[in-house]
């Protein structure tokens, strides 16, 4: 069912790792309520996915470097941190220097819950999400943690995040934190703390 045709295993990587980070997020228990508000929040997790899309073409780029699941595909490993590259760079995923992501998100909000499609604006979120990824212990596995409270789909968006963490274990809640941390500049006990704000560039 991916759009993908031929051998482009970079294109199969990236689909299919999106689709699966759906399933990981507990993305059936939103299909399931009743309550009209249930997509409001549908924009983070589909950010979210394509941040870990993005983040397991780097990583299997440096596994097939290492160690591919043949001898003779180790040269295809650089097309996986090609095509990674090739869609970071895209202009529509850089932040304003002058702009904080939740200065983005107040603006955007509206648009966002009603639309939880909008290509650009969740690949834009993405590339501000995947920095995190790569530096908060446990970050693939607190995903695992998300839409787990089912009454968190009517709740603002503030309190869609402060249950994903909730429900995390301490252990792995430091990906969660951060993303809190990321659109409301404070932590999740309300404590001013650094506002973590992505630049421009691409966060490798």
């Not at 689909?15 to 059936?28: D, R, V």
Request: aromatic content about 14%; hydrophobic content about 35%.
């Amino acid at each position: 069912m991916l759009n993908v045709q031929d051998t482009r295993w970079d294109q199969f990587a990236y689909q299919f790792s999106h689709e699966l980070c759906h399933l990981f997020a507990n993305s059936e228990h939103r299909e399931m309520s009743s309550d009209v508000v249930a997509r409001n929040h549908q924009w983070f997790e589909e950010a979210l996915c394509e941040a870990v899309s993005l983040f397991t073409l780097k990583q299997m780029a440096s596994s097939w470097e290492h160690s591919p699941p043949y001898p003779y595909w180790k040269d295809y490993a650089p097309a996986f941190r090609e095509y990674a590259e090739r869609l970071l760079g895209e202009k529509h995923r850089r932040l304003p220097l002058d702009k904080s992501v939740a200065e983005w998100y107040a603006e955007n909000r509206e648009m966002l819950e009603s639309n939880p499609y909008l290509r650009e604006k969740n690949e834009f979120l993405a590339t501000q999400l995947i920095a995190l990824l790569g530096v908060a212990p446990g970050s693939l596995g607190a995903i695992g943690y998300l839409n787990l409270e089912r009454s968190s789909y009517s709740k603002s968006f503030e309190a869609y995040l402060e249950s994903w963490y909730s429900c995390c274990p301490e252990a792995i809640s430091d990906f969660a934190r951060r993303v809190i941390s990321l659109f409301t500049r404070g932590d999740h006990d309300g404590t001013a703390i650094a506002a973590v704000t992505v630049s421009g560039g691409t966060p490798y």
